[in-house]
């Protein structure tokens, strides 16, 4: 739809393509990422490989994070070392009325995690399972084996479930949240998940990668009036950007240590709408940071700081950790 829509509007779009490469000015000595990009080389459905120039690359190539990849930007977070399996069920329980299409989250029975529950269309629903990542995938079974273990072990989705049928195999995704250190360099930026990704937790994935573009495209449409296209130009909306994303892992964090924000706003009933604010996607204004000084005073004693992102641990001292999404076989939703 939304691929559509560019098209209407313009864009030309090229489809049973996919880009190989990225594009660097200098010579042979040069090293990689070190000049700036200046186009994309693509290949074909025939397999046939060309180089098409650009004044900008935009990265929007998601979690294969092209470019954050081949300049090895990554950054794995130091504490949301999660992983999830999913998969779709037809005829599962639906509520009705207005909240027949609301997403509803559910704590596993062990508390160290959560199941998400979306209804979609044509009757089927999405029911997947988030944890830790040590918990979820060593010494377990198969992704079905532990898959349906957890959906014993949790009466409320057990219960909405059982009246379906499971229409695909298991969906499973691995280590899934990290950031790069750096949005932009010259002729080139990345947006959406080609940047980063958080938690699926408050479903932030989406609002996040429609601001990043939004926001990339004032600073390239910007840059390109006034012929600058350089690094600093094409992320000028970095840094305002990450501080929304921290709001965000802030919350999830505090959700994964038990934080009871229902006590919050017993507690302090006026900051119930910025709590609302913060959680529909209200992250890149200042204003919403009045809610962690109360949130604070909540704290047990010994809770400690939550580490900053860059606190974990770069993709190099790591090889063994990568973002891994693994599809069954058979029919997809």
Not at 260 to 269: A, C, D, K
Not at 301 to 328: F, H, R, Y
Request: glycine fraction near 10%; hydrophobic fraction near 40%.
């Amino acid at each position: 739809m939304m691929l559509e829509n560019a098209r209407e509007h313009g864009v030309v779009v090229h489809e049973g393509v996919r880009v190989v490469d990225v594009l660097f000015d200098g010579d042979a000595s040069t090293p990689f990422g070190a000049g700036r990009a200046v186009g994309i080389t693509i290949q074909e459905d025939g397999g046939r490989r060309r180089d098409v120039r650009a004044k900008v690359v935009v990265d929007a190539s998601g979690q294969a994070g092209l470019i954050q990849n081949r300049l090895r930007l990554r950054v794995w977070d130091p504490v949301l070392n999660k992983g999830a399996i999913w998969t779709y069920w037809e005829g599962a329980y639906r509520d009705t009325g207005r909240d027949e299409g609301a997403t509803m989250v559910l704590q596993t029975a062990s508390r160290n995690g959560w199941f998400w529950y979306i209804p979609l269309h044509n009757n089927i629903v999405s029911v997947g399972v988030v944890a830790p990542f040590d918990y979820l995938f060593k010494n377990r079974g198969s992704y079905e084996e532990t898959y349906l273990e957890e959906v014993d072990r949790c009466a409320a989705v057990k219960e909405r479930v059982a009246p379906g049928t499971r229409v695909t195999g298991y969906f499973a995704t691995k280590d899934y949240s990290y950031r790069a250190t750096k949005v932009s360099g010259d002729g080139w930026v990345m947006i959406g998940d080609a940047w980063g990704f958080l938690d699926p937790l408050y479903s932030s994935g989406v609002l996040l990668a429609l601001r990043s573009g939004e926001m990339a495209a004032d600073a390239i449409v910007e840059g390109l009036a006034k012929d600058d296209t350089s690094a600093a130009q094409l992320g000028k909306w970095g840094l305002v950007f990450n501080e929304g994303v921290d709001r965000m892992r802030r919350l999830v964090f505090e959700y994964y240590d038990g934080f009871n924000f229902g006590n919050l706003v017993r507690n302090y009933p006026d900051l119930q709408g910025t709590v609302t604010d913060l959680l529909i996607g209200d992250l890149f204004t200042d204003r919403v940071d009045k809610v962690w000084r109360p949130m604070e005073s909540l704290y047990p004693p010994e809770k400690k700081p939550i580490p900053s992102w860059d606190a974990g641990t770069p993709q190099d001292a790591a090889p063994q950790k990568t973002n891994e999404l693994v599809l069954p076989q058979g029919p997809k939703p």
